[in-house]
């Protein structure tokens, strides 16, 4: 996994728990980087696990919830840092039914080792998206707190479901409907 993704994350964790958390979730965590992360550098997917549960456990909020509340600070990022992935789009329906084809192209450009998730559009029109997400690391959440995001930028909003197609959330089908 990325680093962008690690430092990202310990920065939100330091913003809304405090400094004394992030090292205490660092600490319990036991973590082969010992913590130390670089936005280039590439991680084991487990220390991200082993941060989620120890922050989960520290805070009592679930991981569910971390990961939503997460993916609404990554998307901030993403739009400052990239904001040519963003601006090409005029919809969300739009911009959600290109990631597969457009902007993990243009992500694989910056971060060629990056391992994304799979969005299959299995339809699509003005105002409905039916997407497949695939990926080892269940983190559909984070996904689901993308597409939320992805809406409240464009001051729209939308009913967004999902439905875990393999119980342990490596493959989910997410029907939307701009509202």
């Known amino acids: 996994m990325k680093g962008i993704v690690f430092t990202e994350f310990l920065e939100l964790v330091e913003d809304k728990f405090g400094l004394d958390v992030v090292e205490e979730i660092i600490e319990k965590s036991e973590l082969p980087s010992g913590g130390a992360y670089t936005a280039v550098g590439t991680y084991d997917f487990a220390e991200m696990l082993s941060l989620l549960k120890n922050l989960s456990e520290k805070t009592s909020v679930s991981i569910d919830d971390l990961l939503l509340t997460y993916a609404e600070h990554f998307f901030s990022v993403l739009a400052g840092s990239y904001p040519g992935l963003i601006e090409k789009y005029d919809d969300p329906i739009e911009l959600l039914s290109s990631i597969e084809n457009h902007i993990h192209i243009e992500v694989r450009k910056i971060y060629p080792d990056a391992e994304l998730p ?46 875990k197609l393999k119980e342990d959330g490596t493959e989910v089908k997410f029907s939307i409907i701009k509202n």
């Open 118 to 163: 799979t969005f299959e559009v299995l339809e699509k029109t003005k105002t409905s998206l039916v997407l497949i997400y695939k990926s080892s690391r269940a983190m559909y959440n984070f996904g689901l707190g993308l597409m939320n995001k992805t809406f409240e930028h464009y001051n729209a909003s939308a009913t967004i479901q999902l439905e």
